[in-house]
């Protein structure tokens, strides 16, 4: 059967007012009415967010005759019955800063298909075209980065494009702005890096340094050198701002809002903390290209727009792409091993201070994202733990778990990319454990039963000796310390108050740890502490006056809830040694030197 094009149309109708145009024309139209659905969610984001809402109208027109259309639900409309072609035009305000849904200003132009274009119901396999609108209201002349392929529009340029399929249309993020751009090679095919907002960044050597990320990424999943990867061109839409962080994975593309400061700076040979970071996410993000966008959870083949849709593993596909994204970092000779050690650490320290962990199982974490994990409040951290940092060392645990069978994590993700992925075969529920025990040729059911389905710590101090690291713990420094290093020896023993608290001067309470000395003192998220022991307390100064402090020492509070002053005491507890930190064993053996080089793929 030859399946017609559905044709969209989008244009910058009113940068000012955020405001794009978007119309979706069906030439065969259902006699009966056609229904179109928007998504409520984006494949990535595990969060219903009523793309809807932000449409402001919605009409219908056939043979330049109005026809009537209505709402069914929050997220469908249905014409009323009509022959001819039938074209849908909605106003939409766009003016989310995030990676998630879109944005429009006089400075740049930004959207997720899944916010922007209606799917005609019944034709979602149908192939799509979409004409992209030069805007006549910006301050500098717009290009286009996207890995839609081009289907008449000149290459950065206005035009048409098209998609084989409604899922392939919104899997293509827009990016339309001044933006700088840098191109690179890998897996032999072109890489663009498009950077929007304002920066002086050095971008020819975050393509340099990219190049090597992504090479080693397609080699992994190939298990041969010089791999292709399994795009015909990949998209890194970087967006800079002061302050944010973010990005989202797409089958040839992703989003990312970035720190101006991650950015390499020009002259700068080292890789600082910032840059650091921002490599980290764009590896993380290009990751996913196999894990989670080619090799799927069952439960997203295909994706089920209009609903959620649960899925028990998201520990493996975040939590392997986490644990991998820095790991590439190391493994490619872009950043230390020192380096990569104190990320691990930083993120044993993440998982460490969260006893949302002792709670909550990653498998549960991974089912109830919807509405938990994206839906964070001040009991998160006591009632749930992060498929993310948790999934990460969940990573490396069973890398090195395998690695004592002469296997390794590599062969695991190769033979997801090979049975599933390469496959179009969704991922069953249990198959990841299944797979784990069939490469390692041993039972590895307990460890799955007590770190996915169950709530105990991998034995990660056991298993990083194998490849001579040996892992430490102490207790934190203060508020902004965030593990990784051995930190200072401190003679005085510090106390901690058992809260973290929110940014700004005030020592409001942000989250009140279970257990901990403000939690047995009655204290609450929210409450402010204006004294303790009778002095007038600021943020800057509570870790000040944590160290003058000895546990035991019972110390009068004052604070309001609300708008109401009260007063308790708080008996101060020594503070938890939870804050990790790497290091390489100096006295490791030929053996376990060699253990260690193959899994950072250093020299010895
Ligand atoms: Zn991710």
Request: a negative charge; charged letters at 25%.
């Amino acid at each position: 059967m030859l399946r017609s094009t559905t044709r969209y149309r989008i244009a910058a109708l009113d940068p000012r007012a955020h405001l794009f145009e978007v119309s979706c024309t069906v030439d065969d139209p259902d006699r009966d009415g056609q229904r179109f659905r928007l998504p409520t969610w984006i494949p990535g984001s595990y969060l219903i967010r009523e793309f809807a809402r932000h449409f402001i109208d919605v009409r219908a027109q056939s043979a330049g005759e109005p026809v009537s259309i209505v709402k069914e639900t929050k997220d469908v409309w249905r014409t009323s019955p009509c022959t001819g072609p039938i074209t849908v035009t909605a106003r939409i305000y766009a003016y989310d800063l995030s990676v998630r849904a879109a944005y429009l200003d006089r400075t740049r132009g930004f959207f997720n298909g899944t916010a922007m274009f209606l799917c005609p119901e019944g034709r979602a396999e149908n192939p799509c075209e979409v004409e992209i609108l030069a805007p006549a209201d910006t301050e500098t002349q717009w290009r286009i980065a996207t890995a839609l392929p081009r289907a008449g529009a000149p290459p950065y340029g206005f035009g048409l494009y098209r998609a084989a399929s409604y899922e392939e249309l919104i899997d293509h993020p827009v990016e339309m702005a001044d933006f700088s751009l840098v191109t690179f090679t890998a897996g032999s095919v072109p890489h663009d890096i498009a950077v929007s907002g304002r920066h002086r960044g050095d971008v020819e050597r975050l393509a340099r340094d990219l190049a090597r990320v992504c090479q080693w990424q397609c080699d992994l999943f190939a298990g041969a050198p010089d791999a292709r990867a399994p795009f015909d061109r990949y998209v890194f839409l970087v967006n800079v701002v002061g302050d944010g962080y973010g990005g989202l994975e797409h089958r040839s593309s992703t989003s990312l809002i970035c720190k101006r400061d991650e950015l390499p700076q020009p002259g700068i040979t080292a890789v600082s903390e910032d840059y650091r970071t921002l490599l980290g996410l764009a590896s993380h993000e290009y990751f996913h290209s196999w894990n989670v966008k080619r090799i799927k959870p069952a439960a997203f083949v295909p994706y089920d727009l209009s609903r959620e849709s649960y899925t028990t593993q998201l520990w493996a596909f975040e939590g392997f792409t986490s644990y991998y994204d820095d790991l590439a970092l190391v493994r490619s000779g872009v950043i230390d091993v020192k380096s990569y050690l104190e990320l691990v650490g930083r993120t044993i320290t993440t998982v460490l201070r969260n006893p949302g962990r002792e709670r909550q199982s990653v498998a549960e974490s991974s089912h109830d994202a919807w509405i938990k994990y994206y839906r964070q409040d001040e009991n998160t951290p006591n009632a749930v733990v992060s498929y993310y940092a948790k999934g990460a060392l969940i990573g490396l645990a069973l890398d090195l778990t395998l690695r004592r069978c002469g296997r390794s994590l590599d062969d695991i993700m190769r033979a997801l990319w090979q049975r599933y992925g390469q496959t179009a075969v969704g991922v069953p529920e249990e198959a990841i454990a299944a797979l784990a025990c069939e490469i390692a040729g041993v039972d590895l059911r307990e460890f799955f039963a007590r770190y996915v389905e169950g709530t105990d710590d991998p034995p990660l101090a056991e298993l990083l000796r194998d490849v001579g690291v040996s892992l430490h713990r102490r207790a934190a420094e203060g508020a902004k310390d965030r593990g990784g290093s051995p930190g200072h020896d401190d003679a005085q023993p510090r106390c901690w108050l058992g809260a973290k608290l929110a940014p700004g001067a005030d020592v409001k309470l942000a989250h009140v740890y279970i257990g901990g000395p403000a939690h047995e003192a009655g204290l609450a998220p929210n409450d402010v502490i204006i004294a303790l022991d009778g002095l007038k307390v600021t943020s800057d100064a509570i870790d000040k006056m944590l160290t003058t402090h000895r546990a035991g020492d019972a110390i009068a509070v004052h604070a309001f809830r609300r708008d109401e002053l009260f007063t308790t005491r708080l008996a101060l507890a020594p503070a938890p040694r939870d804050t990790a930190w790497l290091e390489l064993d100096a006295e490791a053996g030929t053996i376990t030197r060699a253990a260690r080089a193959s899994w950072l793929d250093v020299a010895e």
